[in-house]
């Protein structure tokens, strides 16, 4: 069974930084392609960034690029987004998908993945 576990959101002033972690299961880690997406009240869900495993590319959206940074730990079948300068408009719920067969575009383009988390909440005050 595939299983998604995110953690590390929180409340945080604007211009402070998390470190949101999605820790996977069920799959082979170094194949697969891993998301973080979000989801504004109100919003449509948006990609945030994307990384395929074993390629070592990685994503970002305009909005986040240059604040934001996805990494993996095969060690530890976790990725990571860091996110650094956060903004009030960062708040959402933040989710992680995995595509155990590694299909990165399908993942960016349509958040085409087989596997999601239950998201954890990131809210940034003004």
């Known amino acids: 069974e595939v299983q998604l576990v995110e953690s590390g959101g929180g409340l945080v002033q604007a211009g402070g930084s998390l470190r949101l972690s999605c820790t996977t299961s069920g799959f082979t880690f170094g194949a697969g392609a891993i998301g973080w997406f979000r989801q504004a009240p109100g919003k449509e869900r948006e990609a945030v960034a994307a990384i ?14 240059g604040r934001f940074t996805m990494s993996a730990d ?6 990571y987004l860091q996110m650094y300068g ?5 708040t959402a719920v933040y989710y992680c998908a995995a595509d155990h067969r590694g299909f990165l575009l399908n993942l960016w383009q349509k958040q085409g993945a087989p596997y999601w988390g239950q998201g954890t909440q990131v809210t940034v005050s003004a």
């Open 74 to 79: 095969r060690a530890k079948n976790t990725v």
């Open 86 to 90: 956060l903004k009030v408009e960062d």
């Open 52 to 65: 395929h495993i074993r390629d070592d590319v990685t994503y970002y959206s305009n909005s986040v690029r």
